[in-house]
């Protein structure tokens, strides 16, 4: 059988959006490492014509642009897209499932979406790996990358002693940065409801820069109706990105503990931790009054972090591994092709498909509303109520958010007409 490489083959990315920065910034990065990529907006799509049309959508797109592996990136709160259309595709291309926030997803969305999958690229988190590994799906473990172009050092003066950039309403940040300002810490906050407003993207860089200290949180948000009923999650610490932008800016990172993030930098030598306020504190205090001990931290987390999650070394990596699993995988069949799907996960697939339900309703695309609600009972009668109410009172409590999609037709567009990327 022939070698899979991807520089000769046809890729389709599915994502539910345009707009998330990630997103697009992992599609830049693809652009130039295939023969043909093809992006497509499957929300937007089906927001204006329908699951079924959605459907045989991708299916022709398959088939017509002799596409050879999909790549598909989704949010949580996605189910227009079923696990058993994926399974249906297996037979016409490769899938993929690139998933982030694995920590909170992983076992209500994830692994049942996964288990379909001829592999899956999951992110920061070591642990989940080996969950992956545990149920036998293909798995790579993909450290969040970043640009070194967007991302690098600036000579600048280290004029503010601590900063954070982020929001600090969530959890308890407010709590920790007030505890540090109450002990005579200048610290400076930028983000959504902070003292500095929100910055560009292109101005990141310039405050790592010029802060001495940059803080990282890593406790998860509230939970949300996806994951409510994990309430164990709430001490899941979550290994994010921001340490990388912060190193290959060359600039020091404190970071909240996360058992993960240990595997991403080396503590102490590449990164530092601290555990609660009275900890955060003495360090704050501690590499204020070290600058030696402190660039030689910035030094090595610069160091670890070009050689390995610089976009351009990452991202050539994770294809080559995908086409090692490929090449490995084509020669044995799965021995397992049923798919096991919970009660809990078939009653947030048919609320979340409710809402999706609603939208149509107030995007007049009736027809398609009265289509999609009779594949509400897919999974049986039970499930249809224990998941319709919950996505009725869902949709009725944010009525407001269910906003028309833009009128504009949506578009597969090739890397080769458009190479525009926002991050």
């Known amino acids: 059988m022939k070698e899979f490489k991807f520089s000769g083959k046809n890729i389709l990315l599915l994502c539910p959006t345009d707009e998330n920065q990630y997103i697009n910034f992992h599609y830049a990065c693809l652009q130039n490492k ?39 990136i989704l949010f949580a709160s996605e189910y227009q897209l079923s696990v058993e259309f994926y399974s249906s595709l297996k037979n016409r291309a490769k899938i993929v499932f690139w998933r982030f926030d694995d920590e909170l997803y992983f076992e209500v969305y994830s692994k049942y979406y996964c288990q379909v999958a001829d592999a899956v690229i999951t992110t920061d988190d070591i642990f989940n790996y080996y969950a992956y590994k545990r149920l036998e799906i293909p798995v790579i473990l993909y450290y969040s990358s970043h640009s070194s172009k967007k991302n690098h050092p600036i000579d600048i003066k280290k004029d503010i002693d601590v900063s954070f950039i ?57 939970l949300n109706w996806i994951n409510k009923d994990e ?23 404190l970071s909240e503990y996360a058992p993960s993030l240990e595997y991403t930098f080396e503590s102490e030598k590449e990164i530092v931790f601290f555990h609660d306020k009275e900890q955060l504190l003495e360090k704050v205090k501690y590499y204020l009054s070290n600058e030696e001990k402190r660039n030689s931290i910035v030094e090595n987390a610069y160091k670890r972090a070009m050689e390995n999650y610089e976009s351009e070394i990452a991202i050539p990596k994770v ?32 609320n979340g498909l409710t809402f999706s339900m609603f939208i149509l309703i107030r995007n007049l695309k009736f027809l398609y509303a009265i289509e999609l609600f009779f594949k509400l009972f897919k999974y049986g ?14 949709s009725i409590k944010n009525i407001s958010s269910l906003k028309k999609c833009q009128t504009k037709q949506t578009q597969v567009i090739p890397a080769c007409s458009q190479q525009e990327s926002r991050r």
Do not use: H
């Open 166 to 222: 982020g929001n600090c309403k969530k959890n308890d940040r407010m709590e920790y940065i007030d505890y540090l300002k109450n002990n005579g810490i200048n610290i400076k906050t930028f983000g959504e409801d902070s003292e500095g407003g929100v910055l560009e993207w292109s101005k990141l860089g310039e405050i790592f820069s010029r802060t001495k200290i940059n803080l990282n949180f890593t406790k998860i948000d509230n």
């Open 231 to 253: 309430p164990l999650l709430n001490r899941v610490r979550q290994n994010k990105g921001r340490p990388i932008e912060i190193a290959l800016t060359k600039s020091f990172c």
């Open 381 to 394: 009668i039970l499930i249809f109520i224990l998941g319709f109410f919950d996505g009725l009172f869902r």
């Open 319 to 350: 294809l080559k591994e995908l086409e090692s699993i490929f090449n490995i995988t084509d020669l044995k069949k799965p021995t397992n092709p049923e798919i096991f799907l919970s009660n809990m996960f078939k009653i947030k697939s048919i």
């Open 34 to 72: 295939v023969k043909n990529l093809y992006r497509f907006n499957f929300v937007e799509y089906f927001s204006k014509y329908g699951i079924k049309n959605t459907e045989k959508y991708i299916e022709n797109f398959i088939k017509d642009k002799n596409i050879d592996a999909v790549f598909s």
